[in-house]
């Protein structure tokens, strides 16, 4: 007697590792230690025990209470622990069944009077309570989160009493029930006018999951497009969705159950710091780039970024992990994102415009694209022009638009084509399954390497070229990649032709 274990679950990353909260009460200057948690969360965690258990109208034991949180190692953020350590000290203390808490986990922060407060992680926990083949218990804000994880049972409940009173048996707690999805809806592509070109580049790029650079003057439309990208992209499978989901679950800024499984789309300002974009911090949370895992990932103004955020990318760009280091500790959350940036053709934004009206020198025009780092503009495959409209392009009336769901239907059968051959994207394919699957005529081949001779391409570059035009290939339906299919590829490596050229 006196001895009571409760069953709970940590952050770390994206996974929710087991935690044993241990209970003993035994007897002397009454007091409470708390074992395993850092000092500030330990003080914070008493106060909030201590004032629920006497509000839910239960007796706080007059003895020695020493709560341990095992294994001691573990990352441990306080408040999720307020629910499993109140428990263990009404159970060590006989006022709830001890034999009532092995079959089930908890995560819950008090409030003062014993109302469970939303914690972060839900669904990770969810997830590996079900693993581990015990009900999960979590507040009742968290229920709809929790219960996208399907497999287990997930309990929720308002407040502390409300556990103890099913605990021993007076009222069942209800089932977490999660939102009907609703169903994807974001912005259409047909309310994009003209830019022919810039669509059929995105068109290619959701096919082949390729990332893309649009290079425009200002009010273009390179936001207007880039946000539509989401949109047509193949439906997100569940296992897909539900690693998105959990990303968001314990990036600590709230996840919307009933939009689960639509394809996020984040697009973070340039001014945000590396933390921002890559993740970080003393419990490491999730950046943008991981927010946009198995979405769209838009950055605007790219020469305006920080080049040292930038560099970041290039890791997840290819692997599609971040590895987050702290102290002794190392973290990795997924990042494979899409990446669309977008950048102005020079500082003033109207370099090539017909009106003529950009005076930037040559000079500048270099030293602002020399801003973006050549390994960087290595990895995005598409790189695009797109005009300012011609005010007639603007006039109202027309042939409409095509509709963001009629170019899904051409996106996900080329996608299949791909899923079939390689088991992947076609932008996710080795150098060498590029090599095996990219053939090309004697004559296409040699005309690629012209290319790539006048261009001055890097290997990586044409390989590059190779699976876009791969790409092209399957939107056609084609076996096999024609001259066609090559020369628009090679058309889509903009920033590479030459020095100054973008501006002729
Ligand atoms: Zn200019």
């Known amino acids: 007697m006196g001895l ?67 294994p001691a190692d573990l990352p441990k953020d306080g408040g999720r622990f307020d629910l499993p350590i109140a428990l263990g000290v009404l159970a060590a203390s006989g006022q709830i069944p001890l034999e009532a808490l092995a079959r089930f986990e908890f995560v819950g922060e008090l409030g003062l009077t014993g109302e469970l407060r939303l914690v972060d992680g839900a669904l990770p926990a969810a997830l590996e309570a079900a693993k581990a083949g015990r009900t999960l218990v979590v507040p009742a804000p968290n229920g709809a989160e929790a219960a996208l994880s399907r497999d287990g049972e997930v309990l929720t409940a308002r407040t502390l009493l409300e556990v103890c009173a099913a605990l021993v048996g007076s009222r069942a707690l209800p089932h977490a029930v999660a939102p009907a999805p609703v169903t994807p809806r974001g912005p259409d592509l047909d309310e994009v006018r003209g830019q022919a070109h810039a669509r059929r580049a995105l068109e290619i790029a959701a096919a082949g999951n390729h990332h ?33 989901a959990a ?31 890559v993740g970080g911090g003393a419990l490491p949370r999730p950046g943008e780039i991981s927010l946009a895992h198995h979405g769209v990932l838009f950055l605007d103004e790219l020469p305006e970024w920080d080049r040292r955020a930038l560099e970041v990318l290039r890791e997840p760009l290819e692997s599609g992990v971040v590895t987050i280091s702290r102290a002794a500790r190392q973290c990795e959350f997924p990042a ?31 030293r602002y694209r020399a801003r973006i780092s050549g390994p960087l503009l290595d990895r995005i495959d598409l790189q695009i022009e797109v005009p300012r409209l011609p005010p007639a392009d603007l006039r109202p009336g027309g042939v409409p638009a ?33 090599m095996l699957t990219c053939t ?65």
């Open 440 to 504: 090309l005529s004697e004559h296409d081949q040699r005309l690629l390497e012209q290319a790539v001779e006048a261009m001055q391409l890097s290997a990586r570059s044409m390989h590059r070229i190779l699976r876009v035009a791969r790409t092209i290939a399957d939107l056609a339906g084609s076996e096999s990649i024609v001259t066609a299919h090559l020369t628009e590829a090679i058309g889509y490596r903009r920033l590479e032709r030459g020095p100054g050229r973008l501006a002729a």
């Open 402 to 434: 095509e509709s963001s769901a009629t170019v899904r239907t051409r996106v996900e059968a080329a996608r299949a084509l791909q899923l079939v051959r390689a088991g992947k994207a076609n932008a996710q394919l080795g150098q060498a399954e590029t």
């Open 336 to 366: 494979r994102f899409q990446l669309v940036a977008a950048m102005n053709p020079c500082p003033c934004g109207w370099a090539g415009d017909p009106s003529g009206r950009c005076r930037c020198s040559g000079e500048a025009i270099q």
């Open 212 to 244: 893309l650079l649009l290079i425009g003057p200002p009010g273009c439309g390179k936001t207007l497009l880039a946000s539509r990208l989401p949109g047509i992209l193949p439906q997100a499978g569940e296992a897909e969705a539900l690693e998105a």
């Open 4 to 70: 009571a274990l409760v069953h709970s679950r940590a952050r770390a990353g994206v996974r929710a590792p087991a935690v044993t909260v241990e209970v003993h009460l035994a007897g002397g200057l009454p007091r409470m230690n708390i074992v395993g948690l850092p000092e500030a969360a330990v003080r914070e965690a008493k106060d909030r025990v201590r004032s629920a258990i006497v509000c839910a109208q239960f007796e706080f034991p007059a003895r020695v209470i020493t709560v341990n949180l095992a």
């Open 247 to 277: 990303i968001a679950s314990v990036s600590g800024r709230g996840l919307d159950p009933s939009r689960w499984l639509e394809r996020p789309y984040r697009a973070p300002h340039h001014t945000a710091s590396a933390v921002a974009l």
